[in-house]
Structures are given as structure tokens and as C-alpha cells.
């Protein structure tokens, strides 16, 4: 198990820039896939690294299955702590062999293992990520994908109390990646192993978590099992960050928001009262689009602009008044660029949520001038 | 209770923290005594009335004289002509060799590539002496027949004579330069300028020239530069032929009676303003190298002209080349270090080769005591620089430590120092310091590692560089400590590098006159300066069998420290 509380580390980047982690708690229980899931410089990784102790905290407590490794006056040297880390460039050692690159924490450890038994734990974590009989080609013979897995064998071999990643599936190709997570996630499953991973990528994060945090500019704002994360999104941020988004900002009213020229009919998150701003997030396979009108309620006319196929749905965006409306269609469904074609938003699928002022970045309008 | 945590803490934090300090303090002491205490006393020497710094008395004469009067006027005139003309030969012959390589299809261009790097191993004042035997007014291989049959000679003891010798010296300096810049240069860029319908003269003009431009212009400064700093022909052509640079003058005005050092440093001080100057300008133009990004470290492949019929004329051209640079110097020493008194060569002179010379430099007590001390002093330098630099780069690459822009910028400032005004500013510093060094080993050891500083600290921070920081992490992650990780980790994969940066130091350290030529002593006598002894006795000849020794020392030393470097490179 894993605790953090109220971590916090300020410093400037090389490019001058100030990046900050504030006051970040979270708990990671046994066996757990915990991902802290965020943009590019929101402090995942500078988490991720402190709970490694590669980086040294200004405040807060990191407990590592109860015994402090880093708190007010501790700070546990990162050799010293029982972690298995797989870096976002993999830091495979380029002047040892598959073998070596896996002994090494082994051989370094207060007390190695005879050569027997390094041999059989190598072999073991080898095997544990299908890398048998690799063991004497050189590291950089490997190609990006056996070379990730023999970071993870690294990490893996002296069987550490947690697993930290880091992005380690960003430097491969999208096959390969779609790959590597269905293994990391059934290796995670079968060990058991704690693991906390970072990563930008939304896809990965709901496809591998048992819980996600999401982070924005140092803090935590969002946490919980994936589901809930995409089903009721507490920010605007989140809603944009976790899948895909149409937002229909306005002000509430009783039993729904004001907007689009009328009111759309939605139920209300905790705490959200008539008057105040709302935001009312639409994922597109939610939305129905019909080139009829179906009389149901919520239900807005609108014309196409986009139908783009793309095998498995068709991509719609349709505009309503200055509404662009991200929609997804069944593949075989019959609808015509710039037709005119009605939308419903299902009841049971809208929430208003506080408006926290994030907008998802704006469709450019200038669909007229494309092919399709 | 919150006292005895903040006194925890800092009781805890606070060795550590004094440790960094401590190192990055001692480092960059040890830098400002290297490079900052020389060019404080060269100023100080400069503006000095009296011949130490210790009872100071400030005067303007020196700067008056060096600025002013006509002979000095004449001297900076003198300087630039032949610093530009040395530099634009240069560059011409290197570029135009580089564009054949790396350019066209000129036949066999990897073994071209080799030979064009040849003469980067054959020390300056070697390389002088050799064009002295070839065009020497009366004796030489191409006068004497000129003469003989046109009725006139070309003097080598005049200005186009220094910018043909110093030209053709520097010319591989330039081809590395701007084959790297052929290299660097996406080839999708003039492909786009084809597609957008320009032809192959308005592509080269408004695409390949433009993208060339600051890369043109930053290696003409360089070459500038190192003309202006260059002593070897200044000092062996040009004093005897009464053409005057910063360099020689510099070295007369300690050598002639009566010794002025206020003189000496005055020059300096100008020659090292202009050295900073260029060297500024070619900074800038490196930036904008960067600037327009063609230099991405990628290695493109090139498109290359078909030459057609005029492959055989770009072949010509680089055979000559190779004549000129490599073949026609080396024959010239070979031939001239196995006859007794130098000559055309002829019949009866080739009768009478002797092995004397040979004999001479072999039983000479100076030569060996050069032979020696240049390699103890190339190991001596090699050793420390590469020591100092690492701990330095790792400071300035890995550490957010305060003052580590500091320690970087110190160690690049003897970039523009000449050797020479490193010569004059160590002999103020040990006129005036109490440390007995002058006349010994020591003292070049110092001028040594001064100089080879900025080569040891690009070379070790490149390395630094590239490996990366989580290969470091992923030791501590996996529960390695500070030794084991250095040991097992970074070390292995520095190794290489620092390797390659030795070898360097060690090599440029065996030819290095200028900065030398001032500070030695019977005792601590180097090869290259017992060679320009030599020269002053007029021992033609065994100077000609010392070159083609220290040629062979300098090429078995290269091939076998390479191979060595090699080896660790592959197993690494």
C-alpha cells in the first residue's frame, strides 16, 4: 500500500519555467492499478518521481506499506526503497546484455543471491514478459517493444512492494501500444503488484486502471474508478480530458439549462442550484441522430457537416444554431453531408455539472471548403 | 518540537548541500586561476611601467605605441591581410574539397574523405618547414627549375607566400567544417524548392546558399582566427622576410635586445581583443545555424550532382589536392632529411644519401629530453583536462547546482586566447606570484591545460549528454548506489568518450608551438619547439629528419590510440 499526503515540490525547468506539485494526497491500496492521468507538465510525473525519491520533496508524507520514506526530516535514498521503475526512454543500459541489464538489481542488492538463483529470478522475469531465451544478445539489439518489456523485466525481477511507470508505452508505435497494454494490464492482474502509472493518454488510463487521479497544473482534481470518472465528470477539464466532448454551457434552471434557444432538459450534479452557471457534456456515442424527427425530448434540428466513416461508426458533427455537436452514427446509417438531419440528447444521459470555464478547443468552421 | 525538525533537517541536509558546494567552489577557483589570473595580468602587464606587476606604476606608453604609431598600424594592416587571405584559401580549397566529396559522384569518396584528414595530423611548424624546402628563392623543388627555365622565382618570403602556407595548413579544418555543414543540410528542403518548379541555379540560390550562409560565414571566422593566432608561419616565414603579425611580434619583443614584456603584453591585449571579437561574431552565426535548425544532428544523405564527363576533373582536382597537402610535403622532408647539405635534387645528391641526420637527432641529448617532456607533458595535460572537464560537464549537465553556467563559461574562455598571449600573460603571472615554475615543466603544464580546456570540457559534456539521465535513475531505482552506479553504469558509458577526448589533447598537445615557444627552457624543452631551435642553427637537414620523425610518432600514436578508443567504443 501506498500513501501520499499533502506532497509538495516547486522547481524551475531548464527552460525557466516553474512547475509545481500542491499539496497532492492520494492512496493506492494492495494490488491496485493506480494512474495519475494528466497534460503535459500538470506534475504527474515530478509525483511519480518523488514517490520514487528521485526527487525530494518540499512537505508532505510518502508511506510505503506503513514505514515513512520520505516526510518531515526522512528521506529515503532511492536505492533504499523497494520500488521497480520502468522509464518513458526505457534506460535499458546499453553496454550489458538482456541477462546483465536484468541482474543488475540483483547484484547490487545488501545481500545477492547465489548465481544460481540470480539465473532462475532472471529467467523468471524474463519469462514473466516472453523474453526467454533473449538472455545474452546485447540491449540495443532489441527492438522498442522487447526493449520496453525488458525494462519491465528489470523492474519486475526483484519482486518490489510497488511498480512504478512512467509513459512507458509513449515511444511505441499505435500497434504496439494497443499490444503492450492488454499484457501490462493481464501482468498486473496475474502479479498483483501494486503499480502506480503516469501517462497523458486517457485510452491507456481507462483501459488499464483500477482507479485514475487526474491532475491539472499540480493538483489532483478528479479521482476515482474509471467509469465514474467518464460518466460524471466533476470540471469541464475532466469531461474534456477523459474521452471526448461537446460542451452546452449555460445557466441552470429548474430540471435542466438554458441553452440553444431554449431549455435542454438534464438532471443536476450535487450542489449545482437554478441561476447558477452550468455545463451540460455530451459524449458523441450518447448522442442519436436521425434524418428524421423523432418527437422525443431534447430533441434539436441541426445540420450536418461532417459524416466521416471510419469503419467501426460514422463521425458526425452536426451544427446546431453556433452549437458544433461531435456525434457518432451506426456505420450503415444513411446520412448526406450538409443534409439537414435532428438530434436528440437522451434524458438519462445528461448532467449539468458546474461550469468551471474550460472549453474544449473549438472546431475550426470551415467545413464548406473541405472535400468529404 | 518544530525547532528540533527544522535542526533535524538541516543537520541532515546541510553536509550534503556544503559537499556540491564545496566541489563546484574548488572547481571554479581552480578555472579562474587558469584562465582568469593570466588575462588579469596580462592587462595589468600591459598598463605596467615596470617589469612586474608587484611595485605597479601605471602608463599608457605601450597601448599608446601599439595603438597608434605607424609601425603598429602597418603590423594590424599586416595581420588582417594575412589572416583573411590564409582564411578565404582555406576555405576555398576546403569547401571545394568537401562539395566533391559530399556532394557530387565523384568516384571513390569514402577513401577521399580519409586522405582529406590526413594533413590534419601533420603539425603546423613540420608543415611550414616543408613548403620553406619547396619554395625557397634560390633552393627550392619548384623555384630552382622556375628559374632555370623562366628566369624568375616565387618568393616564398612574402605575404601571398604566408597565405599559401598558413591557406593550405588550415585547409582540412575547413573541409571538416563545411562537409559537416553539406552533411547537416536536409535534402527534402532543395527537393521542396524542385517541386515548387526552381530550377537547379534557382535552388542553389535561393535555398542550398541561404541555408549555407551562417555556416559559411561562421567557419571564415573561425579560420580567421586561428590564422591570426597561428605563430609556426608568422615566425619561421615571415620574420625573415619582414612581414610582421601580432604573433611574431609579440615573440620579437621578448627575443630582441632590449626585452620589452609592457610591449609584448600590449600586443597581446590587441590580438586577443581581435581573437575575441572574431570569436564573438562566429558565435553569433553559429546561433543562427541553429537558428534555421538545417543542423539537427541527422545525418541526411545528400543529393549528389552528376558530374558526367567532369568526374574525372573533380578527381584531378582532389588528386592535386592531395598532392600539394600530403605527397609533396612529406617527399620533400623524406628526401631532405637523407642528404647532408639541402639541394635540388640531382644525381650526385641522391649518391651521397646518408643516414646522418637520423644520427644526429637520435644522439642529440635536447631532442630526447623534447621527446620525453612532450609526452609527459601530453599525458600530464590530456589527464588533468579530461579530469577537471568531467567534473565540471557533470556539474553543468546534471546538477542544478548555482554557479554551473559559471564553471561552463570559464572553462570555454581560452577558446580565444592565443598561445602566444598565453605564453606572455603566464610569464606576468609568474613574474609575479611567488611560485617558482618558470623554466620548468610545470609552467607548460599550466599553458597546456589552460589551452586544452574548452576541447576537454565540449568533449566531456557531448559525452554527459548523451547518456541520458534515467539510464542513471534506473541504477537507483533498481537499488544501486553512488559507486555502483558510476562504476557499473556511467563509467562504462563515458568511457568512450573521455577516451576520445584524451587521445585528442594527447595529439594536439604533441605539436603545440605557440604557446611553448616563450615559456621553455633547455630543461623543459617539446619537440615542436626543438624543431623551431633547430631552425634558428640553421640544421636544416636534421630538422627534416626530426619532422619525418615526429610525423611517424604523431601517425603510429593515432592509429594505435584509435584502435584503443575504437575497441572501447564497440564494446561499448
Known sequence: ?372 | MATTTVARRAGIRLPAWRADVAIVAVAALLLAYLTVVPLVMLLLGAVSASGSALDFQFTTRYLERVLTDQASLELLANSVMYAGGSAALAFGIGTGVAWAIERTNVPARSLWYGIALVPLIVPGIVHTIAWLFLLSPEIGWINAPLKAVFGFSLSVYSLPGMMWIEGLHSAPLAFVLMSAAFRAMDPSLEEAAAASRANAWKTFRRVTLPLLLPSVASVLLILFVRALEGFEVPAIIGVPGRIFVYTSRIYLSLKLYPPSFGLAAAYGLVLLAISVVGLVLHRRATRRIERYATVTGKAYRPRRLELGRFRFVALGGLGLYAFLAIVLPFLVLLYASFVRVYSVPSLESLRELTLSNYAFILNDDLTRTAVFNSIVLGVGAATAVVALTAVIAWVTVRTRLPGRGVLDFLAFVPITIPGIVLGISLIWVYFTIPIRIYGTLWILLVAYVTRYLPYGIRGTSAALIQVHRELEEAAAAAGARWWPTFRHILLPLLRPALVGTWIYIFIVSLRELGSGVLLYSTQSVVLAVRIFDLRDSGNYTSIAALSIFLIILLVILVTVLQRLGGRTIREA
Open chain 1, 1 to 372: 500500500m501506498l500513501q501520499v499526503e499533502g506532497l509538495r515540490k516547486t522547481f524551475t525547468t531548464d527552460r525557466g519555467g516553474v512547475r509545481a506539485v500542491e499539496d497532492i494526497s492520494f492512496t493506492v491500496q494492495e494490488g491496485r492499478f493506480f494512474t495519475l492521468l494528466g497534460p503535459s507538465g500538470c506534475g504527474k510525473t515530478t509525483t511519480l518521481r518523488c514517490v520514487a525519491g528521485l526527487e525530494r520533496p518540499e512537505a508532505g508524507t510518502i508511506r510505503l506499506d506503513d514505514a515513512v520514506v520520505s516526510g518531515p526530516g526522512h528521506f529515503t535514498p532511492t536505492y533504499a526503497r523497494d520500488i521497480g521503475m520502468v522509464f518513458q526512454s526505457y534506460a535499458i543500459w546499453p553496454h550489458m546484455t538482456v541477462f546483465d541489464n536484468v541482474a543488475f538489481p540483483l547484484r547490487v542488492s545488501e545481500r545477492p543471491p547465489s548465481k544460481a538463483e540470480t539465473r532462475r529470478m532472471v529467467e523468471e522475469a524474463l519469462a514473466l514478459v516472453g523474453l526467454e531465451g533473449l538472455e545474452e544478445r546485447p540491449a540495443p539489439q532489441l527492438s522498442g517493444g522487447q526493449q520496453q518489456r525488458l525494462a519491465l523485466a528489470r523492474a519486475l525481477v526483484r519482486r518490489p512492494k510497488i511498480l512504478l511507470l512512467d509513459e512507458p508505452l509513449s515511444n511505441l508505435d499505435a500497434k504496439l501500444r494497443e499490444r503492450m497494454r492488454i499484457e501490462l494490464r493481464q501482468l498486473q492482474r496475474r502479479l498483483g503488484i501494486t503499480t502506480i502509472y503516469v501517462t497523458h493518454d486517457q485510452g491507456e488510463a481507462l483501459f488499464l486502471s483500477h482507479r485514475i487521479a487526474v491532475m491539472q497544473a499540480g493538483k489532483i482534481v478528479q479521482e476515482g474508478a474509471p467509469r465514474d470518472l467518464y460518466r460524471a465528470p466533476a470540471s469541464g477539464f475532466v469531461a474534456d480530458f477523459v474521452g471526448e466532448a461537446t460542451f452546452l454551457p449555460g445557466v441552470v434552471t429548474a430540471g435542466g439549462i438554458r441553452a440553444l434557444g431554449g431549455v435542454v432538459t438534464c438532471a443536476l450534479a450535487d450542489g449545482l442550484a437554478p441561476g447558477e452557471k452550468g455545463l451540460l457534456v455530451l459524449r458523441p456515442e450518447n448522442i442519436v441522430v436521425r434524418a428524421q424527427p423523432a418527437g422525443v425530448p431534447n430533441e434539436f434540428a441541426g445540420t450536418l457537416r461532417v459524416a466521416a466513416f471510419l469503419g467501426d461508426r460514422l463521425d458526425c458533427v452536426v451544427e446546431i444554431g453556433d452549437l458544433l455537436v461531435r456525434a457518432r452514427a451506426h456505420p450503415t446509417t444513411q446520412l448526406r453531408r450538409d443534409q439537414k438531419v435532428w438530434v436528440e440528447f437522451p434524458i438519462e444521459h445528461c448532467t449539468a455539472i458546474p461550469d468551471d470555464g474550460w472549453r474544449p478547443r473549438a472546431l475550426a468552421r470551415t467545413f464548406d471548403d473541405e472535400e468529404s
